[in-house]
């Protein structure tokens, strides 16, 4: 995995997302927790028991986790055409949505 400018999706209040690509050639998107965040270790399994709980096939599929050192990333699945409230919050790009 590169965490290079150029793999970075966006950004959210956990810390940057960036595209991947698995050993077997899937792509996923990886939320790399931010530094200076403050979440600390027992907070990041909360929410991770948490986000697991929520599995649904209308929600993008938790794939793993990696926890290293002071590393903290939640892989997803990678779902192309940027996120869904890039569409929502803007009166322009919803009227695109035909669902």
């Known amino acids: 995995m590169n965490f290079s400018p150029e793999n970075k999706l966006g950004q959210g209040g956990y810390g940057p997302v ?3 690509i698995l050993a077997t050639g899937q792509e996923v998107a990886m939320k790399r927790l931010s530094k200076t965040s403050g979440q600390g270790i027992v907070k ?16 993008v599929q938790l794939l793993g986790c990696c926890i ?5 990333i939640l892989i997803y699945e990678y779902m192309p055409n940027k996120s869904l409230d890039f569409y929502l919050f803007d009166c322009t790009r919803r009227k695109l949505l035909d669902w």
């Open 44 to 59: 990041f399994k909360n929410e991770l028991v948490l986000i697991c709980e929520l599995q649904h096939t209308n929600l």
């Open 18 to 20: 960036y595209k991947g």
């Open 68 to 72: 290293h050192e002071e590393e903290r």
